[in-house]
């Protein structure tokens, strides 16, 4: 191999050193950064705390957003399920939340089947089923009846009532007894009066022909039951009905309850009056807060609780069973 020769390889061999050295630092570049990229990654998971990358970290935070908003969906679902809407005006009676419904205690209101302050009067022959009360208004306030005093003077009976006649002058512990369920009977009507609603202002005032669920139903207007209504629910599902004026119920009307539903948990509460048509029947216990009149053979399961007096007219009035 002459001088040439030499010379014009050594120029080839030249770049081709070059080159390989070149991808050889690339590579260990490649290489270094990697390392160091993997070191920051590790610093970073550090201070994120154990075991958690940033990628976790995010669909951590993602699912979480997530799981919030399907929860909230969830409730909102349920709340609707449940409650309703409780400002419906409409005639959908089925918006309530029985779980929440508790029957209103009467206490010891709950002794007497009619309970009166000034008075109570009957045109016979009325059949009561239970025990009747006055106070503070002595006995002379209740007429009609044919009452005959026990020899104890505690109580009086009538042949038109099954259970005692009581009243604020006879002999203790009556006076008292009848104070305190005067009280209670009040206390009832306060909480009665007191439930948060599910259903305002519905049927703009007028029932008739509907069947209503369970509930707190309100209104700020009087009420009208011109046809028959129907309360359909469970033996342990309770209604009270929140009426701000008077309560009027038709002639040869009817409230049938079904499914089971019991009028010992109904509950109507009227800031007026209460007046029940001719031969009408109502079930549940009546808490009102002036007076209650019973027209010719109109008859109630229920009780009878008024703040002012009871007027019936050839009527029945049966104590709801316990």
């Not at 779980?99 to 009166?116: C, P």
Request: proline share 4%.
């Amino acid at each position: 191999m002459n001088g040439e020769t030499r010379a014009r390889l050594s120029r080839k061999s030249i770049p081709m050193t070059y080159l390989t050295a070149t991808r050889m630092n690339s590579t260990l570049s490649k290489t270094g950064g990697t390392l160091l990229l993997a070191v920051l990654c590790a610093a970073c998971a550090s201070s994120d705390g154990p075991g958690v990358s940033s990628t976790d970290a995010g669909n951590t935070a993602r699912g979480t957003a997530d799981g919030a908003n399907t929860a909230g969906e969830n409730t909102a679902d349920a709340q609707g399920t449940a409650g309703g809407n409780p400002g419906d005006g409409g005639d959908r009676a089925d918006t309530k939340d029985t779980a929440s419904t508790l029957a209103v205690n009467l206490r010891t209101a709950g002794n007497y089947a009619i309970l009166a302050k000034s008075g109570v009067s009957t045109v016979p022959t009325s059949a009561i089923t239970g025990n009747l009360g006055v106070s503070p208004n002595a006995a002379a306030s209740i007429t009609g009846f044919s009452l005959t005093a026990d020899s104890t003077n505690v109580f009086s009976i009538s042949p038109q009532v099954t259970g005692k006649v009581f009243a604020a002058d006879y002999t203790p512990p009556t006076p008292s007894n009848l104070t305190t369920a005067i009280g209670d009977m009040q206390l009832a009507f306060t909480d009665a009066a007191g439930r948060a609603p599910n259903v305002t202002e519905l049927g703009a005032g007028n029932i008739g022909g509907m069947t209503l669920a369970s509930g707190v139903y309100k209104w700020g207007t009087g009420l009208l039951i011109p046809t028959d209504v129907t309360l359909a629910g469970s033996a342990t599902d309770v209604w009270i009905f929140q009426i701000a004026q008077d309560l009027t119920m038709s002639s040869a009307t009817h409230i049938f309850l079904t499914g089971g539903a019991m009028p010992k948990n109904v509950f109507w509460q009227v800031a007026g009056l209460v007046d029940l048509g001719t031969t009408a029947h109502f079930e549940g216990v009546v808490l009102t807060l002036t007076s209650v009149a019973l027209r010719t053979g109109a008859s109630i399961t229920g009780r009878l609780l008024a703040q002012t007096a009871v007027t019936i007219d050839g009527s029945a009035v049966v104590e709801p069973a316990p």
